[in-house]
């Protein structure tokens, strides 16, 4: 009877020190845990630009520029971006251009017999392109994480949003004749986008873009339904006329940018 009782007491003293064996054996080879690394919080980040507008009917707009955020959290974030675009014409303004240059006959008027060369009367396609780029915005990043590049290098990533408001500049086609009126002018843009950041190293990213400077403003100027075709046969241009009518006009951008973060080391979550 002693000796059952003395196994039965031996029993309930080593079974808490037989679960503790085994939480131990439980957390061999658990992950070490870590804090997270904040990114974004508290960090400044200039970020130059360069880019392209897409779906332009007669300019093409190249657009070369820089933007600044600062993040007050890790999601959110508030800056300004300014750019000029250098304008390129489409195909479709060098075949309009083309097609309308007229080439007019001259006449022998010394009478001397000699051919005399024909004259051509070009024609520049009225319409406009983007000149200065400027807005504020906000931005949040709603989506952020890591992926492993090649099987064993941690790589920070961002889904990042943008809306705010700015200004473009319209300018229009530079080779157009004095005698052609139209005027250059700034017009209000709401801006709206978004665009995914891949951080090669704690204080530098790379990044894409998509943004949309959405406008009322002049496209190209419209033929004039008072002139006939015989009267702009030498001067074509005589027949179109910029109208008061403005439309909306989606002006996207895309855009690769490389961001500088300051300052360059990052603190981590408590």
């Given at each position: ?9 031996l ?7 037989c ?29 130059p630009i ?7 009917a007669y ?22 971006t ?66 492993l ?6 790589v ?20 157009l ?54 009267e ?39």
């Amino acid at each position: 009877m002693r000796l059952t009782s003395l196994a039965f007491a031996l029993v309930v003293l080593l079974s808490p020190l037989c679960g503790i064996a085994q939480d131990k054996d439980a957390m061999q080879g658990a992950p070490v845990v870590r804090r997270a690394i904040n990114w974004r919080s508290q960090r400044s980040e200039l970020m130059p630009i360069v880019g392209t507008t897409i779906n332009d009917a007669y300019f093409k707009n190249i657009v070369l520029g820089i933007g600044y955020n600062y993040y007050a959290t890790n999601w959110l974030s508030f800056g300004a971006t300014a750019a000029y675009a250098l304008p390129i014409k489409t195909g479709l303004s060098d075949n309009i251009e083309q097609e309308k240059s007229v080439t007019i006959e001259t006449d022998d008027t010394a009478g001397t017999g000699d051919s005399v060369p024909a004259a051509k009367a070009s024609f520049s396609v009225p319409a406009t392109h983007l000149g200065l780029i400027a807005d504020a915005h906000v931005g949040i990043v709603p989506l952020y994480g890591k992926f492993l590049l090649l099987g064993d290098t941690a790589v920070a990533y961002d889904f990042h949003l943008t809306a705010g408001f700015g200004v473009i500049q319209v300018l229009w086609n530079s080779d157009l004749p004095g005698t052609f009126k139209a005027d250059d002018e700034f017009r209000p843009a709401p801006v709206f986008g978004g665009g995914i950041r891949i951080f090669v190293d704690r204080g530098v990213a790379i990044g894409a873009e998509v943004l949309d400077y959405f406008a009322t403003m002049q496209v190209v100027a419209e033929r004039d339904p008072d002139r006939s075709a015989s009267e702009c046969l030498e001067r074509p241009l005589d027949c179109y006329r910029v109208s008061s009518d403005m439309q909306w006009t989606h002006n996207i951008a895309t855009m690769l940018t490389f961001s500088i973060f300051m300052p360059s080391d990052t603190s981590y979550e408590e």
